[in-house]
């Protein structure tokens, strides 16, 4: 008999239906994955085991007797946790104090004793950071595995976690990987959403595929392959993966000379149109900084920064925090920059906003993206994949000259990840300038014309006649 089981579940949200008879069952000990494209309701399922979505209908099983869980707390005192795609503790608290939030009088604990009971959590689950930090100085790998460690913090025997590696470097998701199966020699229970197949093929036990708010399909993953996998997941085949040719170089788009800003020393880079730069390297070596710097919003300390072949376009790497206004619709998210240009954009007569154009223009992105929410829905209602469809397909709207994207695939399923880099190539075939700046070395590898890696602020241009995974994690971690 399953620990846990989730039987016949549906939930609706105002007109979306989001799960229409999903099940789950979940065995004490095992790794179980729930895998499904963007939308099909994979968030929404675990959420209504952790008490954030109590179902329409349907039943919720532990041990065989049938339990009500209306809230995270009840959540917890079943002793299930949830780990979120995105950090849920308070940036401008320190470590320990977002390691104890939500323990009572977690926060009255004395300096000392807090410190000390933040060393003990950090060392049990292997993060190392100092405890005085305030978690807005982490990066977003280190944001990942503090939730991880809060979480557990609280005594939890089944664990979900929702897209955990999403956020990680490649060296990172080796050391999360073994923490999970250690979790499960233990003795604990673990749900694993996650698009890369290969990390199910790797630690899971079990897997369970939902299309469409259903599932489709629950067996040992013993003797399956990645393939099989995606053919669950998508209902067909899935394209192989692999590098195109690469295309001709034209006009020089964009140039950084000897810049300097905070988080960035030195950084020499030229882009020209019609090619693909990608900038490998581990999450914390400059890469925020350059985007900010490429945003705007990070002043330039030394030396200069041209685009030349305007406009340039960004695709943000944290869609939650920068790349979206949350509480706004699809619709309105889609059209902001036209917002700020309200004159060449055509979205505007005499000050108001067209509400024929806004439809139009939120359908066409809708189609062309499969993003999957009608366009009223707000930002914050869609699931992670369909916010980053949202991010890039708002980028593409400027039809720019230079686009820079951060980790344009971080949290889409395989389909969606290889639309994605199948635009990208499109937009260097039609003489975009690319610059992909990616914690994700296959993805570097796959689309990169050309490679240099940040590590500390600084970069490095990898010889093309050293092209290879060794060669570029030696960079990655400081090599010369």
């Not at 608290?93 to 009572?104: D, H, I, M, R």
């Not at 399923?413 to 499109?426: F, I, P, S, T």
């Not at 690319?434 to 990169?448: A, H, R, W």
Request: glycine content about 12%; some cysteine; hydrophobic content about 40%.
């Amino acid at each position: 008999m399953p620990s846990i089981a989730l039987r016949e579940i549906h939930k609706r949200f105002g007109e979306t239906v989001a799960l229409s008879g999903a099940s789950l069952e979940l065995a004490s000990g095992e790794i179980h994955a729930l895998l499904g494209e963007n939308g099909a309701g994979k968030t929404t399922l675990v959420r209504t085991l952790c008490g954030l979505h109590p179902p329409d209908s349907g039943r919720i099983e532990i041990d065989g007797e049938t339990v009500g869980i209306p809230s995270p707390r009840r959540a917890q005192a079943l002793g299930i946790g949830l780990v979120h795609q995105h950090f849920m503790g308070v940036p401008a608290l320190s470590v320990a104090e977002n390691l104890v939030l939500g323990e009572p009088g977690g926060l009255a604990l004395r300096p000392r004793s807090l410190r000390a009971r933040a060393r003990e959590m950090l060392e049990r689950w292997e993060l190392d950071v100092d405890p005085d930090t305030p978690a807005r100085e982490l990066s977003v790998g280190q944001l990942q595995r503090l939730e991880i460690a809060r979480v557990l913090g609280g005594g939890v025997e089944t664990l979900v976690l929702d897209e955990p590696t999403a956020v990680l470097a490649p060296s990172e998701v080796g050391e999360l990987l073994a923490l999970l199966e250690r979790l499960r020699d233990e003795g604990r229970s673990l749900v694993l959403i996650s698009h890369k197949l290969e990390e199910i093929t790797a630690v899971c036990d079990r897997v369970s595929v939902l299309r469409g708010g259903r599932t489709v399909a629950s067996r040992e993953v013993a003797g399956l392959d990645a393939a099989r996998l995606g053919e669950w997941m998508v209902g067909r085949a899935l394209p192989p993966r692999g590098r195109p040719a690469g295309t001709t170089p034209g006009p020089l788009a964009l140039r950084l000379e000897g810049v300097k800003a905070e988080g960035l020393r030195g950084i020499d880079l030229e882009l020209h149109g019609g090619e693909v730069l990608a900038l490998a390297g581990i999450d914390g070596n400059g890469q925020l900084p350059l985007e900010e710097l490429l945003a705007g919003v990070r002043p330039l300390g030394a030396g200069e920064l041209n685009v030349l072949r305007p406009p340039l376009a960004l695709v943000s790497g944290d869609r939650q925090r920068t790349g979206l206004a949350l509480d706004l619709s699809l619709a309105e998210n889609l059209i902001l920059p036209a917002a700020a240009r309200p004159r060449q954009s055509g979205m505007f007569r005499y000050g108001l906003l067209r509400a024929g154009e806004l439809r139009k223009a939120a359908g066409e992105a809708i189609e062309r993206h499969d993003i999957r929410g009608g366009e009223r829905a707000l930002a914050r209602q869609l699931s992670g994949g369909n916010q980053q469809k949202l991010c890039i397909a708002r980028s593409l709207r400027a039809r720019p000259g230079v686009l820079a994207v951060v980790n344009p695939t971080r949290g889409l399923d395989v389909r969606a990840a290889a639309a994605v880099r199948g635009e990208l190539r499109a937009l260097a075939r039609e003489g975009t300038a690319v610059l992909l700046i990616s914690t994700d070395l296959d993805e570097v590898l796959e689309l990169g014309d050309r490679i240099a890696v940040l590590f500390r602020g600084a970069l490095s241009v990898v010889d093309p006649a050293r092209r290879n995974r060794e060669r570029i994690g030696e960079l990655m971690l400081g090599g010369e």
